[in-house]
């Protein structure tokens, strides 16, 4: 008997969980933490399911925290087999899970010392030596090379996915079956990452949504942010960009970069990169030559275009200061870091503007401004946004529907099983209507813990 569990990324697009099960053996596909609405937050208080101990492999796709951030708390509950990734993957990873644990220990602290709590005391979902103890647990497998997942008698294969750094489909082969994760897709021909890679049988396939309902906008995004950087100096304001750490701050750059290259924007105009996370990213994307498409020299150029801010005193001072200039700073979804300060800071002021340039989950500060709320939550104060808020689409560095469906119908035969995961409602729904029009696949959007015989 052969069952395939989604406990998480079922319904909504975060808290990736996927538990594969053969004769009694158990291989959890990614272990990512639940973001945004509250209902989903307190997800990640509650244990699995199924035992930590109970779990023979883990295997991840990639190291964006929907992905991986729960790892350490299965470690807390006795989790203590192997993880699985890429060389990429566990490089990022080892900024993802740090980073974390941090932010979880700062946000119990701060929920101390200022009383927005409802428990006392509140205590972090994982601590920093949780996370140390999950990285020790990392084996690395090469992409294209099938490698047998010990104790089990599975084999993995991993292929590039694009998306970020290290990021892989993984092809597990097992009991007689192969099952192809997505994980989550990248662009093909973007500029800095590589097309994800060709995948051709599967008897399953699970497979990301995130973008299932919608197409990116084709325009050349060194273009777009240059006009937006040239429109929000000229106010005499900042431009405040929420980016994630890994992935998008890299492009970011890259596309800065073009735009100054070919006069898109002001050549005086200072960039900083206000993430010491995005910062030691940045510092691996040139240490991973062959996960990318840069050149040694373009890293070079493209990465050198801003001032790195790793001092909190100077990131405190980029807050304070009212002058134009362009600050880059994690998180994405403006869930936590030092980005909350700046939109504190800025946010208000309406020569400025926060440019949203990825998925902004329900719940988020992002997808809260990307609605137009004009009072934001930050650190338990109400804040007045003022400041104009656009966004960029074709930044996204998660495939759109059209991308979905290209990477899907190089599957000969269709597969006995596809399942949808990854996407909020809507989208979810729409890739499964557009692969039963296009090849005629009837595929699952799985609820929720369902699990499935396959």
Known sequence: MATLSFLGAAGTVTGSKHLLEVGGKRILVDCGLF?????????????LPEQAQSIDAIVLTHAHVDHIGYLPRLVKAGYRGPVYCTPGTADVAGLILRDSA??????????????????????????????????????????????????????????????????????????????????????????????????????????????????????DPAQAVGEIVRDTIMRGGTLL???????????????????????????RVPIYLDSPMSINATELLSRHPDDHRLTPAQCAAAFGIATYVRDPELSRSLSADPSPKVIISASG???????????????????????????????????????????????????HIGAEVKELRMLSAHADAGELLRWLGRFKPVPSHAFIVHGEAEAAEALRMGLRRRFGWEARVPRHNQTFNL
């Open 241 to 267: 960009v929420p980016a994630f750490a890994v992935g998008r701050a890299q492009s970011l750059l890259y596309h800065l970069w073009r735009g100054r290259e070919q006069g898109l924007l002001p050549a």
């Open 102 to 219: 941090h932010l979880q220990e700062q946000d119990a602290y701060l929920a101390n010392k200022y009383g927005f709590t409802r428990h006392t005391p509140a205590e972090p979902l994982y601590t920093l030596l949780d996370a140390e103890l999950a990285l020790e647990l990392f084996r690395t497998i090469d992409f294209h090379k099938p490698t047998e997942l010990h104790p089990l008698s599975a084999t993995a294969t991993f292929r590039r996915a694009g998306h970020i750094l290290g990021a892989a489909t993984v092809q597990i082969d097992w009991g007689g079956r192969r099952v192809v994760f997505s994980g989550d897709l990248g662009r093909y021909s973007d500029p800095v990452m590589l097309d994800p890679d060709p995948v051709t049988e599967a008897d399953v396939v699970v497979v990301e949504s995130t973008y299932g309902d919608r197409m990116h906008e084709d325009r």
């Open 35 to 47: 973001q945004g609405l509250k209902n989903l937050r307190e997800l990640n208080w509650k244990p």
């Open 333 to 383: 979804m403006a869930s936590g870091g030092r980005v909350l300060h700046h939109l504190a800071a800025f946010g208000g002021d309406e020569r400025s503007t926060v440019l949203l340039t990825g998925f902004q989950a329900p719940g988020t500060r992002g997808r809260a401004l990307l609605r137009g709320e004009r009072e934001i939550r930050i650190h338990g104060e109400w804040k």
